[in-house]
């Protein structure tokens, strides 16, 4: 009997709420609601620093990295970022007045809205910069046009993660279902820590006279909500004074750490800088180098899935704190947004920020929204953007950069069940292996090696030939990290098998076994190749039916490397997922006909356990069982290829926390 799959379980039907727009007839309730009020300037100033860091983060590393020059960074890009600030600050803003007017709720307070701080590192790490280390090196680029190229493959992946993010109000309900909420916040808490909070912190100490001030300026406020003297921000005291210990304390230390020459010329640069639709760059890019963005697929989907999901779970934040708003068109403007920056030079997308609560209680309405709007696009569009990165050291921000990174990993475990930890905790896994894929070169170099990783690889790959080998450096760091940042996906799958095994929900844990088998063999994951001389991960499609076989020579299957390269498809570990995912098939089989692999009772020996952990427990699954009735009786709940996992309720905070993301 052919099985009918109904089409709405996949899309979901959008909140839109037509009520909200409707004019401001006699049916809504009449209260005054300002367009600007006290708490808006506390909120603008918490907002601002917090876009403020993004931007200086963003200045910093691609510079270093991605080889942008000032002009392409100051008249391109920053007003691109000030077309998508723009966009969502001044839809949110109106959107409360809105909502404010029919919901007659006077302290309604605006979605917090700006640049996506784990979308920066992941744009600028693992596809940006891997674009120009590629082709910097290739006389037929140079330096100048592989920064261009490295630009526009940003633009694109913006734009691609803003549809992503746009799509996310039609089927974001189905995917937080179908996915388990430890498995996408895993791989995000990877990324927060691993790529975000670590190489700050290192930072931190290595410019301590300046960065530690901040550093416990942010914790005080951040973690120890003390409010400082006049109601100011955290984030922005900690700018003041790093700005101003990095100025001064070279005059005790004699280590210079600003540069006036800087300020000086960027003081060149201040200038009308219209923002400049590039969108014959986004088709130029899309026509030549097509297989260049299928490469990246790997970074782009999961982080504008993430962020699609994040941005969900920030707008029940807002429902929580008595917000009102409506799911669909919040989404799809926070989509838009994204997608109006990599139209017009920005190559960073932005998002529905965390912390709502907290702008409500320091008496944020809707003017701090309009603010950090219009702030960013005058001092972006009238070119001073060089000016304030030439003022502000990174070390004034850094603190609050790491803070975001640890905020971002603590949500993963508070939003979770109890019993979900292993699987969060597993997922972090290859996003280790990605940092140590990254240090290992650079370690190499230091230490006088001349033919970089590939010899290693080699050698390891010849001992894996014979019996009983320990050896699993470097090969099978590399092959857990993965081109391309393939990374991601890779924490994402093995943290939802493994919540689902946690769960005794064996049948939908296969289901992403073949998931990760699949995503293996078409070259998302797993798969990477090294060239001779310097370490390169480079771009380079690693499908299944790519040969390097003689015969293919001519065909379109042939693909032609260097030398000596030395490629990993990752054929075994496709084959292992495979073999996982039956095996687990058979499992959920045997153990629905009763026959084997039932419930183990365990008995506690150790005294020591945690009651309050036991405790935390047992009230998750009782949640479950309220969600799920059937699973009270009837053990875990049957599931079929399709059946939603169940969506975990997040532990409600009524403690206002600081904005982050």
Request: net charge neutral; with cysteine; aromatic share 12%.
């Amino acid at each position: 009997m052919r099985r009918h799959v109904d089409a709405r379980r996949f899309i979901q039907p959008v909140d839109f709420d037509v009520s909200t727009f409707r004019r401001f007839d006699d049916s809504m309730k009449s209260i005054r609601y300002p367009l600007f009020c006290k708490g808006d300037l506390d909120g603008f100033f918490g907002l601002a620093v917090d876009n403020l860091v993004q931007v200086l983060v963003i200045a910093a590393l691609c510079k270093e990295l991605c080889g942008f020059s000032d002009t392409l960074l100051f008249t391109t890009v920053f007003p691109g970022i000030a077309v998508s600030l723009l966009v969502g600050n001044l839809f949110y803003a109106i959107q409360a007045h809105w909502v404010a007017r029919r919901d007659g709720n006077a302290t309604c307070t605006a979605l917090p809205y700006g640049i996506n701080t784990p979308s920066v590192f992941a744009y600028i790490l693992f596809i940006m910069a891997p674009v120009y280390a590629r082709y910097s090196g290739n006389p037929d680029f140079g330096p100048q046009r592989a920064a261009d190229l490295a630009w526009k493959v940003g633009l694109v992946a913006c734009i691609g993660s803003g549809v992503i993010e746009f799509l996310g109000a039609f089927i974001g309900g189905w995917i937080r279902r179908v996915t388990p909420r430890a498995a996408l916040l895993s791989a995000l808490a990877a990324i927060g820590i691993i790529f975000i909070a670590s190489p700050f912190a290192f930072q931190i100490f290595e410019r301590p006279l300046v960065a530690m001030v901040p550093l416990f300026i942010v914790l005080i406020g951040y973690f120890g909500h003390v409010r400082f003297p006049f109601g100011l921000p955290a984030g922005l005291v900690a700018v003041v004074i790093g700005t101003a210990l990095a100025w001064t304390v070279p005059l005790a230390v004699g280590t210079p750490i600003m540069d006036a020459d800087k300020v000086r010329a960027a003081a060149q640069l201040v200038a009308v800088h219209k923002p400049v639709l590039c969108w014959g760059d986004i088709v130029s890019l899309m026509t030549t180098d097509r297989n260049l963005l299928w490469s990246f697929l790997g970074v782009i989907v999961p982080m504008g899935l993430v962020n699609a999901i994040g941005s969900l779970q920030n707008i029940e934040s807002a429902e929580a704190a008595g917000d009102h708003y409506s799911t669909g068109i919040s989404m799809v403007v926070n989509g838009v947004g994204t997608i109006a920056a990599g139209l017009f030079g920005s190559c960073f997308p932005t998002t529905i920020y965390i912390g709502h609560p907290g702008w409500k209680a320091l008496g944020a309405r809707s003017g701090y929204s309009i603010l950090n709007g219009l702030f960013f696009t005058i001092a972006f569009t009238l070119g001073l953007g060089a000016l304030i990165v030439s003022v502000i050291p990174m070390e004034s921000g850094m603190a609050i950069v790491m803070y975001i990174g640890i905020i971002i990993a603590a949500q993963s475990y508070s939003a979770v069940p109890t019993r979900h930890y292993p699987a969060v905790a597993i997922g972090f896994f290859p996003a280790v292996a990605m940092m140590a894929v990254l240090l290992v070169p650079q370690i190499l170099t230091g230490s006088g090696a001349t033919g970089g990783i590939l010899p290693m690889l080699v050698a390891h790959g010849e001992k894996l030939k014979t019996a009983l080998t320990d050896s699993w450096w470097p090969i099978g760091v590399y092959s857990l990290a993965g081109a391309n940042s393939g990374f991601v996906i890779t924490g994402i799958i093995i943290s939802a098998a493994c919540a689902c095994l946690i769960d005794r929900r064996f049948r939908p844990a296969a289901i992403w076994c073949f998931i990760g088998a699949a995503m293996t063999l078409l070259g998302f994951q797993h798969a990477f190749r090294v060239e001779p001389g310097p370490f390169a991960l480079s771009p380079q499609e690693l499908l299944f039916y790519q040969r390097t076989e003689a015969y293919f020579a001519g065909t379109r299957f042939f693909v032609n490397f260097p030398e000596y390269t030395y490629l990993h498809r990752a054929y075994q570990i496709a084959g292992g997922y495979a073999l996982a995912g039956v095996m687990m098939w058979v499992m959920h089989a045997l153990r629905a006909r009763g026959r084997a692999f039932g419930d183990l009772a365990v008995e506690v020996h150790d005294m020591s356990i945690d009651v309050r952990a036991m405790t935390t427990d047992a009230h998750d699954r009782a949640s479950d069982v309220a969600t799920h009735p059937s699973r009270a009786s009837h053990g875990p709940e049957p599931d079929s290829p399709l059946a939603p996992l169940p969506v975990e309720p997040a532990a409600q905070k009524t403690e206002p926390q600081p904005p982050s993301l």
